[in-house]
């Protein structure tokens, strides 16, 4: 039984993850995500995709109400930086301060956010970044992010892949 309903939930969140984020998962420029690594051997794409199915399993295991749009929309585009930081570049230097202002640059270029949105992606390196979290949906990212993180950099599980269905190829 309780098997059945974990069933259910993780293809509720799946549908969520993929109605809300379609447009960005199908972007040209997401797709290019698939080439950088992020943590260990996980690409950016990966790793984002598992914040935002996190955040969506974390906001449901706590029965907390969330913008969902918003919540997975942020968290998809929260490392948006279109840039493989393990590279040899003086750009790339202090990546962990300066990203989330470059990928907040990247996602107005390329999408149409609301402040949550915004929010999520420029402050999701709290407390790397002091800048105090707005909403919730921010503060479940911030979460989401260092757990995904953590567990991608010691390769406690591997990456979420919870979209495979539907339009999007992942």
């Not at 509720?12 to 260990?40: T, V």
């Not at 930081?85 to 907040?104: C, I, N, T, V």
């Amino acid at each position: 039984m309780k098997q059945e309903q974990r069933k259910r939930e993780k293809t509720e969140l799946e549908a969520l993850l993929l109605r809300h984020g379609e447009e960005i998962l199908s972007s040209p420029q997401m797709q290019r995500e698939k080439l950088f690594i992020q943590h260990g051997t996980v690409s950016c794409f990966d790793h984002s995709v598992a914040v935002a199915y996190t955040s969506l399993q974390l906001a449901a295991s706590w029965r907390i109400k969330v913008d969902q749009r918003s919540l997975v929309r942020g968290a998809l585009l929260h490392d948006y930086f279109l840039y493989d930081w393990h590279e040899a570049d003086p750009s790339h230097r202090l990546h962990g301060f300066r990203h989330a202002k470059k990928a907040l640059w990247n996602a107005r270029k390329d999408f149409s956010l609301n402040a949550k949105e915004e929010d999520i992606i420029v402050k999701h390196m709290f407390p790397l970044n002091l800048s105090l979290p707005r909403y919730r949906e921010s503060v479940l990212v911030i979460l989401a992010d260092k757990w995904c993180a953590l567990a991608e950099i010691f390769t406690v599980f591997s990456p979420l892949r919870p979209v495979r269905a539907g339009k999007v190829k992942l």
